[in-house]
């Protein structure tokens, strides 16, 4: 241990101390730090630091990649931080400030329906420059059923969230999805509450709070609201839902466990759900319709900025439903309004990021997503945009609410108006006309979406920073001395160690791996669940979670197979190791089973990457040019 001792003491010094570490863990080749505040970290020192490869911050971990020895480092890092090893296990509590963690959950629960999300909101773009332009007719069953195809994902958006959210939090996925169509219910519905009768009396009657109630639950005030489309209600009552879960589990006897559990973890956090949040939110909505009514009063260009700067923020707690009321009764008594509208440009801030965001991002799955979002954003879709690229980078989203608060001030400060109730994003722009004619308003309209455009496009071309590989730092556990056997190292062909689609290895979303820092190779979109020796050699590390493997070849090939990214928080869960550490084996020999839709269905990649760790001792590590392989055709040749 005393030749990894100066290391360890140097990586505690620079995160802050001992005293920072919540918890350490390591997998096959970084240590992954629990910290109480990542600001104590000295980052671009632990990256330059001779003996790291680099760091990466993710899932709320501080990630400090080490390689192949990184079993020795952990282990003196517990003695001379006088760390206990159970501090390595699971830690299920969240890490970091608020806000990170709840960025951090929103991109997990979103992930999964990404794709979907895109799909639908073009189809609702195209649907609405079709009927626009007079090519199909909205009486039609072509409209009917195309518009029931784009809007259903979006209307019923609790019930995924509830599937996702329940992978997230380990609630039962069905239960998840049963309470998001629960909270989409028509009857629960704030319109269909209401059209049932008069109020029963109004809550807190002539205050900002002040809420009509319909009906009771058990002699509680029922304040129903309207979920569809909303995000964090459904959030929260799953989270709730996990906890209840967990505890109904231990306490309910086995022969009805199956049942009973379920029954009431949904009674339970339902009712929570409808008497608590409801509220909280319709209060909340209540108070902040009330509070832009005083500030427009008192400034309009004040005013125009809080709501285009908050908009977005609104929509995504569902706290924008006490804003539309004014908006739809302004239109109704006056004719038009102007106290929502600054959020008009908020639409275009967020596509213009997506599209400088498009020509400046190197991941190639990030760019694949920013078209459809940037188109399904301009036709007034903007969910694909927020949840799938600009609010997980943070960055991003930042600078379209900052360019949209400047909007929101000129449209503030202009009187803009609007007349009719119109589509959204580019389709909006028809009910700026004023019934006599009149184009001022639609001229301010267009004036403040392209200049928030512009703010925003510049702002994330010159604000947003992707990681760029750094220069590769020497091999960590290289000693000068083998350097003459490494010499007569011969060239070896590396085989694929699982069958699947080959990607270039800088395509993969782990920066560690796609920056080539841990070494050359390639990576692998696995068919199934089988992981088989890529040469014959020696199992030089076995990680217990079976989620990784280390083996050196004959000709002494060092060779890392990774199945997926942060697997290892799984614990083991999903694999089955069939060889272990030590183990010589030959070329086709199981290694590891895994059960790659389980995995996937729990929210994680199984794009397996294949490094070659010991790099620098080749000229060169030559790849396939197949787009596709079967375990043990040839993957990698390196070459000396």
Not at 465 to 488: L, T
Request: hydrophobic share 45%; proline share 5%; aromatic share 10%.
């Amino acid at each position: 241990m005393k030749k990894y001792e100066e290391l360890a003491k140097d990586i505690l010094a620079h995160i802050g101390g001992t005293g920072n570490v919540v918890d350490v863990v390591h997998c096959i080749t970084r240590l992954r730090f629990h910290l109480k505040d990542e600001s104590l970290a000295d980052t671009e020192y632990l990256k330059k630091r001779e003996g790291i490869v680099t760091v990466v911050k993710s899932g709320g971990q501080y990630q400090v990649v080490i390689g192949n020895h990184v079993p020795d480092v952990y282990e003196t890092v517990l003695e001379v931080g006088n760390l206990k090893a159970s501090q390595g296990e699971a830690n299920d509590e969240p890490k970091g400030n608020l806000f990170n963690q709840f960025i951090d959950m929103i991109s997990n629960i979103f992930q999964p329906i990404l794709g979907v999300m895109c799909a639908a909101g073009m189809i609702k773009g195209i649907l609405t420059v079709l009927t626009s332009v007079g090519l199909m007719s909205t009486e039609g069953g072509a409209y009917l059923i195309l518009y029931a195809i784009g809007d259903a994902l979006f209307m019923f958006l609790p019930a995924l969230l509830g599937y996702t959210s329940a992978q997230k939090f380990g609630l039962k996925p069905l239960v998840g999805l049963l309470v998001g169509l629960i909270l989409c219910y028509p009857t629960v519905q704030l319109s269909a509450v209401s059209a049932s009768g008069a109020a029963l009396y109004t809550m807190f009657s002539g205050t900002p709070l002040a809420s009509d109630i319909y009906t009771t639950f058990a002699g509680i005030p029922f304040i129903a609201m309207n979920y569809t489309s909303t995000v964090v209600p459904v959030i929260i009552v799953v989270y709730l839902a996990s906890k209840l879960q967990k505890l109904f589990e231990k306490l309910v006897p086995d022969v009805v466990k199956s049942f009973i559990v379920p029954m009431l973890t949904l009674v339970i956090s339902l009712v929570c759900g409808f008497l608590i949040i409801g509220p909280v939110a319709t209060f909340a909505a209540n108070g902040i319709s009330q509070l832009f009514q005083m500030i427009y009063q008192v400034s309009p260009l004040l005013e125009g900025l809080l709501i285009g700067l908050f908009w977005q923020v609104l929509v995504m707690f569902g706290l924008h439903w006490g804003v539309i009321p004014i908006y739809i009764n302004n239109l109704v008594t006056i004719g038009y309004d102007q106290i929502m509208m600054p959020m008009f440009a908020t639409t275009f801030a967020q596509c213009a990021v997506v599209l400088a965001l498009f020509f400046k991002t190197k991941d190639q799955k990030r760019k694949s997503l920013c078209m459809p979002a940037f188109i399904s954003g301009i036709f007034g879709v903007t969910e694909p945009a927020i949840y799938g690229i600009t609010l997980p980078l943070k960055t991003p989203f930042i600078i379209s609410c900052i360019a949209s608060g400047i909007g929101g001030a000129y449209l503030g400060m202009s009187g803009f108006k609007e007349f009719t109730m119109a589509g959204l994003g580019i389709f909006e722009f028809p009910g700026l006309i004023s019934p006599d004619g009149d184009l001022t308003h639609l001229f301010a309209g267009v004036i403040a979406a392209i200049g928030s455009a512009v703010i925003a496009f510049v702002l994330t071309l010159i604000f947003y920073k992707e990681k760029d590989a750094e220069e590769k730092p020497e091999v960590p556990g290289r000693r000068k001395d083998d350097e003459k056997a490494e010499e007569q190292m011969p060239s070896e062909i590396i085989c694929a160690p699982i069958s699947g689609k080959v990607i270039p290895l800088n395509e993969v979303e782990d920066e560690a791996f796609a920056s080539g820092l841990l070494g050359d190779g390639a990576a692998i979109v696995p068919d199934e669940g089988k992981v088989y020796a890529p040469v014959d050699g020696i199992i030089s590390a076995m990680f217990p979670t079976g989620h990784a493997v280390g083996l050196t070849s004959q000709q002494g090939a060092e060779i890392i197979i990774h199945v997926g990214f942060n697997t290892v928080s799984l614990n083991g869960e999903h694999f089955t190791i069939m060889k272990q550490q030590g183990d010589k084996v030959k070329k086709g020999d199981l290694l590891i089973q895994f059960d790659k839709g389980q995995i996937e269905k729990a929210g994680f990649s199984t794009v397996t990457p294949v490094i070659i760790t010991n790099t620098p001792v080749y000229a060169e590590v030559k790849k396939t040019d197949k787009p596709h392989v079967e375990a043990s055709d040839y993957l990698l040749e390196v070459v000396k």
